[in-house]
């Protein structure tokens, strides 16, 4: 089993920075890939960032270029969020597998999933 923890959300103007963080804990040595995803209210839920071990990445087309996933070796992995917009905002989930990462972003592929934080960009 692996335990996600998520944290660093909150609420920002378009434009600023966010920077959230999911702690890994349990059976993580052989978890492989993870990601980010959120979801608003009313809409379904969509795979923002994602990274394996290698540290290869992959973003939803309407992060790119704004945030950056990255991770670290005690098992904790980041979502700067840069250039905050207000259709940014939404539940953001940490997810994690132990198998491969897969493109596109898909959240059936992850089996362990964090509570989920809140992030709010206001206009």
């Known amino acids: 089993q692996v335990q996600l923890v998520e944290s660093g959300g909150g609420s920002v103007q378009a434009g600023g920075s966010l920077r959230l963080s999911c702690q890994a804990s349990g059976y993580t040595y052989s978890t492989n890939c993870m990601g980010w995803f959120r979801q608003a209210p009313g809409k379904e839920r969509e795979g923002v960032a994602q990274i394996d071990r290698l540290g290869v990445t992959r973003y939803a087309d309407s992060v790119e270029g704004r945030f950056t996933i990255s991770r670290d070796n005690a098992n904790t992995v980041y979502l700067q969020m840069n250039s905050a917009k207000p259709e940014d905002t939404g539940m953001y989930y940490c997810?994690?597998?132990?198998?491969?990462?897969?493109?596109?972003?898909?959240?059936?592929?992850?089996?362990?999933w964090g509570q989920g934080t809140q992030v709010t960009v206001s206009s």
């Open positions: 997810a994690a597998t132990l198998g491969f990462c897969y493109s596109p972003i898909r959240s059936g592929k992850f089996a362990y």
